[in-house]
Each structure stands twice: as C-alpha cells, then as structure tokens.
C-alpha cells in the first residue's frame, strides 16, 4: 500500500504535466506565441525528440544511481521546466522548453517497469501496471476541469495579468516540483532500502517474490544480457506495438482539444467533452486489467479493448458530432495494450540490464510514434482532419494483429520448453536459487512466459 500510490502520483502528474499543451492550445497559447501553420504540430512533437535523445543515457545513469532519487530529480527538474513554459513568447521558446521536458520525463517508464518488477509478484503485475497507467485517465479528467475553470474565470478577464494558458502550466509545474522534492524523501530505492520494512520482512519479500525468476535487481550492467535485448523477437514486437499505437495518440494529447472543437464544439465546451475519454479509460484500465489477473489472460482481454477501439476509430472518421464523440471515446480502450506490453515487460524480460534495455527500446519507440503523431494532423485538413482519422482505424487493426503474434509467440516457447522438460524426465536438473542468480528468460529454463 505505500508503494503504489507513490507510483501512481508520480506518473498522474507525467501525463497531466505532458497534456497540458492541449489544454494551452485552446486557452491563448497559439495566439500569444504568434504561432503559424503547422508550428504548433512541432512543439508538440518536440517533446519526444528530447524523450529519444535521453532515452539511453538515462538507463545508464539509472541504472548507476539510486532509482528513486534518481526519478525524483528529474521530476522535481521537469515540474520547473513546465512552469517557466509561462513565460515563453515566441515558437522559438516554446520549442526549447517542450525539448527539455522531454528529455527530463524520458526516465518515467522504464523506471516505474523496474519497480513493479521488484515489488510484486508476476501474477500481480499485470493489475499493479493498470492501476499506475489508469493515471492518464484521472490525469485527463483532472486536467479538464482545471483548464475549464481556468479558461471560464481567468481567459475571459481581459484586464487579467496572466492568460489562461500561462495560469495552467504555472499551477501544474510548481505542483510538480513540489511532488518532486517530497519523493526524493519517501520513495524507496528498492526493497532492500525501504525503511518502512524490518530485515525479517525483506527477507520475506524477496521470497515471495522467488516465483518471479528475476531476482530483485542488480546494479551491474552487462554486454550479454544487452545483446540478447537486441535479439530477441519479444523487444521487437513489443516496441513495433509502441510505436505503431502512438501514433494516434495526439487524439489524447495535444490535438485532443482541437478535434473535438472540429466536431461542431466550441473551445470551452472542448475542455470539459474531452473529460469522458478519460474516465472510460480508467474504467477499462481497471476492469480489464483486473479480469486479465484472475483469468491469467491478459492478451485476451486486450484484443478485446482494441475490437471496440477499432468500431470507435471508424464512428470518429465516418459521423459528426455526436456519434464522432462517442467514437472518440472508445478509443480510450487502446491504452490498455500499452499497460498490457509494460506488464509483459515487466514479468516475461529478465535480468536487469535485459530489462531496463528493452523498457528504453520502448520508450524510443514511443517516442518515435509520437513524434509522427502531430504530423499527421495537418493544418490544411483542419478542422476534420479525416487522413488522420484513416490512419488510426488502420494502424489499431495492425497493433491488435500484433497482439496476437505476441500470444502464438509466447505460447509456443512456453510449449516447446514444458516438452524439452518432459523429454529430459528424471535427468532434468532444477538449478538451486535461479531465480535469484538475473538470468535472462532466455538464460533460465524455469522462466515461463505470461501470456
């Protein structure tokens, strides 16, 4: 119970913190910056050039330094980021600031995958990932909120020292920076630090956890356990899902306002519309991840939240209104395939270095998708944007075809390991304390992937 909620605060505040460029694009910022044609599409895009260039350097230093103080610097570094984003005046300075951002934000992911690795079982994980991610969900209702009370009390008072925009980022990045300085005090570098537990109960953790088969961590980075990362069709299939399914994800981002203005919606009622997209997200989140714990069928239920993703992509493309806001709001399921490749990251890759190597293979394939992503919506298909709409329908069917690729994958290797055990019988040998020697999934033939 501590744990988690700390976590989940954390990643609450990353998502809020990255859309609130949405929330600024119908508040004044566009016009208080004097930003032309597509320049808005490339300060939202810059943000993941600056994610992909620290992407590698961040494991290795986070792996180097202790992780949580580690993770609390840089947010307590991005939450001041965001709040000096009210004083830019131009794209020039916008574009700088949205850079390191996310540069400062790119340690999130592959750190919050290490910890649920380390803190819960790998039949909890699946539900533990879907708990931190359903964040963006409360992220996106929050936010809302704050930005309609801001735009409908502050952006109507001309005589106002601040615009409404500038009010959004100084009031989310000073809350930040004060989350940050506070973690960097509560929040455990790993099991073996945590003050809150006795010696007794760190050894019984690290026990409970020996069904995991990967240990509790290890501050060594090694080259075999990297290459391996590097071959394996796992990280590829994970990362091309990525990839793949964010580059849609403007629609919940920084174009999340501005498509459903083009739906026939004024600026205002935008910032409370796009609310209901996050809470069918953290219904989905929650629901599914917590039916994929009990059933041990995680790959089932989310080809089910990508099925509905696909038939509310098509209602956003083919209607208006309406029947376009209700499709836009099943799409609020695909996010569930994220949590879904985070859990598998988390229980189906072991070693340390294997893992945190395959979570910045992630987080480069985010931020590629997400790079591309703005481009997509074009200022010359304004205000409907339908290429956009074309390419989401088409790249969910392609990320839901990966799903099942993955799950024939795993369940294969699962096969062929259980035979090569039964063929072996009594000469098959257990190896004492594997599961806390960080092996590889491939290196320990105990590892059984979940599927």
Request: hydrophobic share 45%; with cysteine.
């Amino acid at each position: 119970m501590y744990i988690m909620p700390l976590i989940c605060i954390v990643y609450f505040l990353q998502y809020l913190d990255k859309i609130a460029i949405s929330y600024a694009s119908v508040t004044g910022m566009r016009e208080s910056t004097n930003l032309k044609g597509n320049q808005f599409n490339w300060v939202s895009s810059i943000f993941f050039f600056g994610q992909l260039a620290f992407a590698f350097p961040t494991m290795r230093v986070m792996q180097s330094f202790p992780l949580a103080k580690y993770v609390a610097v840089n947010v307590t570094i991005w939450g001041t980021i965001l709040a000096c984003m009210a004083a830019c005046k131009s794209f020039a300075s916008l574009m700088v600031c949205r850079t390191l951002l996310g540069a400062a934000e790119a340690a999130i992911i592959p750190a919050w995958v290490v910890f649920t690795s380390q803190w819960y079982r790998k039949e909890e994980q699946a539900f533990r990932v879907g708990l931190w991610f359903s964040m963006c969900g409360f992220a996106q209702m929050f936010g809302g909120y704050v930005a309609y009370g801001v735009a409908t009390h502050i952006g109507g008072d001309p005589s106002a020292s601040l615009r409404g925009w500038q009010v959004i980022f100084l009031i989310l990045g000073l809350l930040t920076v004060a989350t940050g300085i506070s973690f960097f005090f509560l929040l455990p570098d790993s099991p073996l630090t945590a003050g809150f537990l006795s010696p007794e109960e760190k050894a019984m953790h690290a026990e409970r956890l020996r069904g995991n088969g990967q240990g509790i961590g290890s501050n060594v980075f090694k080259k075999a356990q990297f290459y391996e990362a590097l071959t394996d069709p796992h990280t590829w299939l994970y990362a091309f899902w990525v990839m793949a399914a964010n580059v849609p994800n403007s629609i919940a981002t920084s174009f999340g306002n501005i498509m459903v203005t083009g739906m026939g919606f004024s600026k205002t009622e935008s910032l409370l519309l796009v609310t209901p997209l996050g809470a069918y997200e953290v219904v989905v989140l929650i629901g599914l991840t917590y039916l994929a714990m009990k059933t041990q069928r995680r790959l089932f239920w989310c080809i089910v939240a990508h099925i509905v993703g696909i038939v509310g992509s098509l209602l956003m493309a083919t209607t208006n209104r309406v029947p376009a806001l209700v499709g836009y709001y099943l799409t609020g399921g695909i996010p569930l395939g994220w949590t879904t490749i985070l859990g598998l990251t988390s229980t189906n890759v072991a070693g340390s270095t294997k893992k945190i190597t395959v979570s910045c293979i992630q987080t480069i394939a985010y931020t590629v998708g997400n790079i591309i992503s703005p481009q997509t919506f074009q200022a010359k298909d304004a205000p409907g944007y339908l290429p956009a709409k074309i390419s989401i329908c088409i790249l969910y069917f392609i990320v839901t075809l990966d799903l099942c690729i993955i799950w024939w994958i795993s369940q294969r290797e699962n096969r062929r390991r259980d035979k090569e055990r039964e063929a072996l019988g009594d000469a098959y040998v257990v190896p004492e304390n594997h599961e806390f020697l960080d092996l590889t999934d491939r290196e320990n033939s105990e590892f059984r992937y979940a599927i």
